[in-house]
């Protein structure tokens, strides 16, 4: 009932007459996406590297007071909420 191109699928009409609606192909998976150059696998490495990350600077900024510590622990949460 479809006919399939490279980037949709174009309205027919169905049996009862009824016309179908556009409906756009898209992938979740990481490989077809990497193929259209939205390859989001490094940066959710990355979150995640950060993500454990807090789990330490968390505690440490309120035990060791200091200025970098404040630094880091603002950076890191401000990035940690963006992505």
Known sequence: MFKRNDLCIT?????????????????????????HGHDHTKLWTAEKVLSAGLLGIIP??????????????????VMHNHW
């Open 11 to 35: 309205p027919l009409l169905s049996q009862s007459g009824v016309i179908l609606q556009n409906v756009k192909q898209f992938s979740l998976s990481a490989k077809q996406m990497a193929a």
């Open 60 to 77: 440490t900024a309120f035990l060791i007071p200091s200025q970098f510590m404040d630094y880091l622990l603002a950076i890191s949460v």
